[in-house]
């Protein structure tokens, strides 16, 4: 009595078929792997920006780990599940086996998580954003109303907290002295100059500015204050990160020097540029 065969070996189409599904999958698992370990790192990023931005960082960002370790795992059990699936439709190939339903749960089920990842991470990147902003204004806010506790008047030398780094600080002055038509005689990296020599110290430069303009009166009234001129607007960096903007009392330097008082303005200018640079 001759048997039937219950069914037919797979042609070499299904096999390269199967296949390319294989390392389809295989590419979107690398890509859930790689895509969690930039997502891992990203709590990592906020803290150095932070860092950069001399605000303390109150948050650990560790939900952005989490996530992607979630992404880095699934990106395991897609390529663990699909070379499983690609080995058992082999089989089935193999063997000829006609009862093999290809489901299609896997892909639904790797869009839905990665669909409630995508709505989990937009929340929380909105939440780390507002909380930024909101420590960000607060942080401002508490500078500015410290500024005029910090304010500090000693020895004729005005000194005030700046809300940017040194360099940022140097770089708006330099811009509105150029705004205003002052010339900007020299700038001092005194911290600089201290590192060619082998020396350390916190980021301090020197703005020797001014214009002949308003300092000849000043001169003609009264020859001392040359001395004091040009302006000077010095802008450092404290062991604690914080930055500070300090230039000699407008004030100081009229008693300093009996100046006329309708003279005064124009070296009152000075405290309007500091005051511009730091905020």
Known sequence: ???????????????????????AWVRTGLALMGFGFVVARFGLFLQQLAAIQHTPAQQSYGLSLWFGTALIAAGVVVTLASALRHIRMVYEFDHGSDDSVHSVIQAVAIAVFLGLVGIAMAIYLLSVRNSTNSHSEITQEVIMATAANTTKVNNGIVTLPSLHSVDETVQKLTAILESKGVTLFALVDHSGEAEKVGLKMPNTKLLIFGSPKAGTPLMLAAPSIAIDLPLKILVSEDTQGMVWISYNNPEYLQQRHGLPPNLLSNIAVVGALASAAAQ
Do not use: F, N
């Not at 001759?2 to 294989?22: C, F, I, W």
């Open 1 to 23: 009595m001759d048997s039937s065969p219950t069914g037919h070996k797979a042609a070499v189409a299904d096999y390269l078929a199967a296949e390319r599904t294989l390392l």
